[in-house]
Every structure is written in structure tokens, then in C-alpha cells.
């Protein structure tokens, strides 16, 4: 089994910063692409960030120059550090990794959630 574990999220005021945290465990061959969602309440999930195997980004217009997206590969992990908040990121964000595992010689790819972490923006 897979498992992802985040962590990092909190209450912030506007123009503060955050770092979130999402490590993979368990019977993991190798990682592809990483990514960070959000889900604000009432309104549907939404990339936030997302980087490749090879270290490639792009983020969602709205984040651009504020958030930044990387990865430990060593660490299974992936990282959203967010600078210069404002209330309208406020929202649940998750973890989203594609990861490759090796079941009786073949080779197969499953999409894993983390739990989700709550970020709130406020004064």
C-alpha cells in the first residue's frame, strides 16, 4: 500500500507565508509527476502547482510568483512553499502524486491523494 501524509497547513495573515509538506511511504518503485491542489469551499479542485520527474513547473496563474512547487526525491516528498497569502487562497489544499509500482513484474502507475491540509488566510 501507498500512503501520502501531508502537513504544514494553518491560519495566516494576509501576506504571511506557509510551507506545506507531502511525503509518500510505502511500496513505492518510483514517482512521476507531483502536484498540489486546492479545493476552496463551495468551488471545485484546482491545480495549484505541479512539477515533473525531470524538474519541470507550472502553476496556476493566480499563484504565479508567490508559490513555489519542489521536490526530494531521496525523501519521497514534494513541497508548496507559499509566500506573500491572501484571504482568496484560503482552502483545502492536497498532495496528488503519480506513482509507479511493481506488481508481479509489471510495471503499473496509480494517481495517490494525500488527506488534505486546511490553509486559512485571515486577519
Known amino acids: 500500500q501507498v500512503q501520502l501524509v501531508e502537513s504544514g497547513g494553518g491560519l495566516v495573515q494576509p501576506g504571511g507565508s506557509l510551507r506545506l509538506s507531502c511525503a509518500a511511504s510505502?511500496?513505492?518503485?518510483?514517482?512521476?509527476?507531483m502536484g498540489w491542489y486546492r479545493q476552496a469551499p463551495g468551488k471545485q479542485r484546482e491545480l495549484v502547482a505541479r512539477?515533473?520527474?525531470?524538474?519541470?513547473?507550472n502553476y496556476a496563474d493566480s499563484v504565479k510568483g508567490r508559490f513555489t512547487i519542489s521536490r526530494d526525491n531521496a525523501k519521497k516528498t514534494v513541497y508548496l512553499q507559499m509566500n506573500s497569502l491572501k484571504p482568496e487562497d484560503t482552502a483545502d489544499y492536497y498532495c496528488?502524486?503519480?506513482?509507479?509500482?511493481?506488481?508481479?513484474?509489471?510495471?503499473?502507475?496509480?494517481?495517490?491523494w494525500g488527506q488534505g491540509t486546511q490553509v486559512t488566510v485571515s486577519s
Open positions: 512539477i515533473t520527474s525531470g524538474g519541470s513547473t
Open positions: 510505502g511500496s513505492i518503485f518510483s514517482i512521476g509527476a
Open positions: 496528488l502524486m503519480m506513482i509507479r509500482r511493481l506488481e508481479y513484474g509489471f510495471e503499473s502507475t496509480y494517481d495517490y
